[in-house]
């Protein structure tokens, strides 16, 4: 090499390494901001907004598994910028497919006109679901060494392809990625009632605490409501605990309705729930939530079996006044 040639491509090198210092600084702070919280809802929301602020696209979508034991990926509702053609359920991915075989060994980003020259991917329906959905680069979730997700992006708003320094960029963030939204999964189906989709009781309890030291600090009152079904144990006897399940779910189902944050539901056990309201102003404005559950346990339908089931429900509610 001439010295002419070393002083033209000396400022490209060291171009390339700030480059890769900024972008190995981004992913830092990445990770620090999607491992600040175990909130599953908003990670996924993250990473999706993420994606779309780190690459020029206006299209991004998530596909994760629904359940732990599940063997496929599901489409997110939370995605952003693709016009879905069929029903959400269409947007399906197979955990034992050949696509998430070659994410799994590759750990590389794909674009779809990559995966559509390998012979055993041409016909594959997973491969026709993301072009379908509109997807343009696929890139692999992976955690554990499982994928755990997809990330589905959209062209680029430029028209220009993703380089591939951009595409080791968004595999470095989808492993962190895959990471914190696992850590989250995890931490929910600890704090879950399985039955009912509702925060359990030991995570009510934790929450009170801190929602009480929170009014406290502030001098704000805090109200909970505590209902439960009306002469359950008759119905379970009457017509079976499958039955009773099902307005369980039902029941929680409307109590979740009113649950906007930052208020959060919970079961208390048994048929007895509860609803935790943090910011609420008053005794009118709590005694509103607390009817608009109760009104709403009795106007709902419960089908099982043939039969169409109706239920009641109590409630009452505490305040905390720190004053």
């Known amino acids: 090499m001439s010295l002419s040639e070393e002083k033209i491509n000396y400022p490209i090198e060291i171009l390339n390494y700030e480059k890769k210092i900024y972008d190995q600084r981004q992913l830092i702070e990445i990770s620090r901001a999607l491992n600040s919280t175990l909130d599953y809802k908003y990670l996924i929301n993250a ?4 994606c779309l602020a780190q690459v020029q696209t206006l299209s991004a979508a998530l596909f994760l598994s629904p359940e732990q034991d599940a063997s496929y990926l ?3 509702p939370d995605f952003k910028g693709f016009d879905l053609l069929n029903l959400l359920e269409f947007y399906k991915i197979s955990l034992e497919s050949n696509l998430i075989e070659l994410l799994k060994k590759t750990n590389k980003a794909y674009i779809i006109n990559e995966l559509e020259t390998i012979s055993e ?7 026709q679901i993301l072009k379908e959905l509109g997807a343009h680069l696929v890139i692999p979730m992976k955690a554990k060494g499982n994928i755990i997700g997809i990330i589905a992006l959209g062209e680029k708003i430029t028209g220009e392809e993703y380089t591939n320094s951009e595409k080791e960029f968004l595999v470095d963030l989808a492993s962190l990625g895959a990471i914190a939204v696992d850590n989250a999964r995890l931490y929910e189906r600890a704090t879950v009632d399985m039955m009912t989709g509702l925060k ?4 009510f309890q934790s929450r009170l605490k801190e929602e009480r030291e929170k009014a406290l600090k502030r001098g704000t009152n805090l109200y909970l409501m505590l209902t439960d079904i009306d002469k359950f144990k008759n119905f379970n006897d009457t017509y079976g605990h499958q039955a009773g399940d099902e307005v369980l779910k039902a029941v929680a189902k409307v109590l979740n309705s009113l649950a906007k944050s930052p208020f959060f539901a919970a079961r208390y056990g048994g048929e007895e729930f509860c609803l935790v309201m943090p910011g609420v102003q008053n005794d009118e404005e709590a005694l509103e939530i607390g009817e608009k559950f109760r009104s709403g346990v009795e106007d709902m339908i419960v089908y099982h079996e043939g039969l169409e089931l109706k239920v009641t429900s109590s409630a009452g509610i505490a305040k905390f006044d720190p004053k």
């Not at 990473?47 to 993420?50: A, E, G, K, P, S």
């Open 47 to 50: 990473v999706i907004d993420v």
């Open 74 to 76: 599901e489409l997110v």
């Open 121 to 127: 991917l041409s016909n594959e329906k997973e491969l």
């Open 200 to 203: 359990n009781h030991a995570y």
